[in-house]
């Protein structure tokens, strides 16, 4: 069955989850890429979310919990032209492509990545607690030591390379875009109460930690255009803790959500791990069911 949404038209509802496949080295699409999405497309995927990409900032990706290292970037004359003929590889076997922006923020093992010298962005220089962490202690001795917090100067540089990369991903032909706001890694990372515990205009309680989340949009879209989609994804657990959650209620989840609407999210992509669990007590309801009644966008 197709689904339409303003300019997006998918054949079917089969969309493929972003998966970081580590085969772009230098940041580079590598010979393999285009043929590897092609053939998804070719199989009739209606939507495909690519790879989690570096934006356009020297700290977005970089070794992380699972190795890694050699993950895409959306800028530079080299990486755009290899992601224009994947855009078309794929139109041409009638399936549509849309990259999904991703910062690793805290998550990032410092010291590592394209620019190994820029410091990790962490909101308040922490990783957030270690006691439930799901990843190995070798990787948790590289990142568990604190930072310095984001200044508000580089807050700003941050959103301004999502905006960047969001023009780039326009620009080479992508059918909309996906922000990775999931997992514990940048986006993340602002809306948690354990990694943001700033006490300025980006902390406080969940709508004041949506607030990253929310100028991002909102210079995306200034960046793009009114009807260019723009799904996101997000989620309650984290890599440190897989029973977190930014949004303990209902109401917390809608104070989080509704200025993502209105900053101009067309799409929620509710990452919940164990897809059939209820979200809340109370209800059989799961994630992408509240997001859905709570905000009236398709998840
Ligand atoms: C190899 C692999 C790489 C992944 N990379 C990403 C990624 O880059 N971005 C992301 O948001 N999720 C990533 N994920 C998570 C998947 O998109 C998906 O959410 C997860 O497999 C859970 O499946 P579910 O959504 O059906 O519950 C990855 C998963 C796997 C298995």
């Known amino acids: 069955m197709p689904f339409t949404m303003g300019s997006l038209r998918l054949r079917?509802?089969?969309?493929?989850?972003?998966?970081?496949?580590?085969?772009?080295?230098?940041?580079?699409?590598?010979?393999g890429v285009a043929g590897y999405y092609r053939r998804r497309a070719e199989a009739d995927v209606g939507l495909i979310i690519t790879e989690g990409v570096g934006v356009d900032h020297p700290a977005a990706v970089g070794r992380e919990t699972m190795g890694g290292g050699a993950s895409p970037v959306l800028h530079g004359d080299e990486a755009l032209a290899r992601w224009r003929d994947i855009v078309a590889g794929v139109h041409?076997?009638?399936g549509l492509i849309i990259p999904q922006l991703w910062h690793q923020g805290v998550i990032r093992v410092p010291g590592t990545g394209y620019h190994p010298d820029a410091?990790?962005?962490?909101?308040?220089?922490?990783?957030?607690?270690?006691?439930?962490?799901?990843?190995?202690?070798?990787?948790?001795?590289q990142v568990r030591t604190p930072t310095a917090p984001l200044t508000d100067s580089e807050i700003g540089d941050l959103i301004a390379a999502f905006a960047r990369s969001a023009a780039n991903a326009k620009a080479v032909g992508f059918d909309g875009l996906a922000l990775h706001g999931a997992h514990g890694y940048l986006i993340d990372s602002f809306l948690w109460r354990h990694t943001n515990v700033r006490d300025d205009r980006w902390g406080g309680g969940i709508a004041e930690r949506a607030r990253f989340a929310v100028e991002l949009v909102r210079a995306i879209r200034a960046a793009t255009a009114p009807d260019f989609p723009v799904i996101f994804r997000f989620s309650q657990w984290k890599l440190q803790d897989y029973e977190a959650r930014n949004a303990e209620t209902p109401a917390e989840l809608e104070a989080?959500?509704?200025?993502?609407?209105?900053?101009?999210?067309?799409?929620?992509?509710a990452s919940t791990r164990i897809f059939t669990a209820p979200a809340f007590e109370g209800a059989d309801m799961g994630l992408a069911g509240w997001v859905r009644k709570l905000t009236g966008k398709p998840t």
């Open 119 to 141: 410091p990790s962005a962490r909101p308040s220089g922490i990783w957030g607690p270690t006691d439930k962490a799901m990843v190995s202690p070798d990787y948790l001795e």
């Open 92 to 94: 041409a076997a009638g």
């Open 12 to 31: 079917n509802r089969f969309v493929m989850a972003p998966m970081t496949r580590n085969f772009s080295p230098g940041g580079i699409p590598s010979d």
């Open 256 to 269: 989080m959500l509704a200025p993502l609407v209105e900053a101009g999210v067309d799409i929620f992509d």
